[in-house]
């Protein structure tokens, strides 16, 4: 009961901060909108900022979740297909939670209850690509540096064409497969040399 109720507080606030804004949305606002009264909205968060960041960590821990599975794979498979799993399992829980994708990229980093947030689920999820790309041999003769970079471009280009195809283009599910296969083959963006190695 109590979490199906949390549950309820969160929908309403995602759906304001998305159609009024962030900042134009007041705790009495979400209230309403879930059908509770604002002393129920203080059981299970302390403030509007507290509920964004809870919900934005959500959100990032599932997308992390999804990407740490510790490679169990013979470590000869090719480049474009480990990608491919990777890139396929982030854009399905970036459809999932399509609200807060969008509304992490327009307040992000800039929100100052986000910027610790989002720096530390960017490394996280920079530190699992790393740790993908060493168990499979990509990119061998990168330093930790070369590899950080390339985590973190892999990170910004398929947040980016999430939020271009399951927002502003409104994509469904049955694209996910469509912008995976895009985003593996595209030229100069991943180990196009024979068997995926550099």
Do not use: W
Request: net charge negative.
């Amino acid at each position: 009961m109590g979490e199906d109720k949390r549950e309820s507080i969160v929908a309403a606030a995602l759906e304001l901060f998305q159609t009024k804004g962030y900042h134009s949305t007041k705790v009495s606002d979400i209230v309403k909108a879930a059908g509770i009264a604002q002393g129920t909205f203080y059981l299970y968060f302390k403030s509007k900022e507290d509920l964004f960041r809870k919900a934005a960590e959500e959100c990032m821990d599932e997308i992390a979740g999804a990407l740490d599975q510790e490679p169990t794979g013979s470590a000869d498979l090719d480049g474009p297909t480990v990608m491919y799993g990777m890139i396929k399992a982030s854009l399905t829980v970036y459809y999932h939670n399509r609200k807060i994708l969008h509304i992490i990229s327009r307040h992000g980093e800039d929100s100052p209850e986000l910027s610790e947030v989002c720096r530390n689920y960017y490394a996280r999820l920079a530190q699992l690509i790393i740790r993908t790309f060493k168990h499979y041999n990509i990119f061998p003769h990168y330093t930790e540096e070369q590899l950080e970079i390339v985590a973190y471009a892999k990170i910004g280009m398929v947040e980016k064409a999430a939020y271009h195809c399951f927002i502003e283009q409104q994509y469904g599910l049955e694209q996910v497969e469509l912008v995976t296969q895009v985003l593996v083959e595209m030229k100069g963006c991943g180990p196009e040399t024979e068997g995926g190695k550099e």
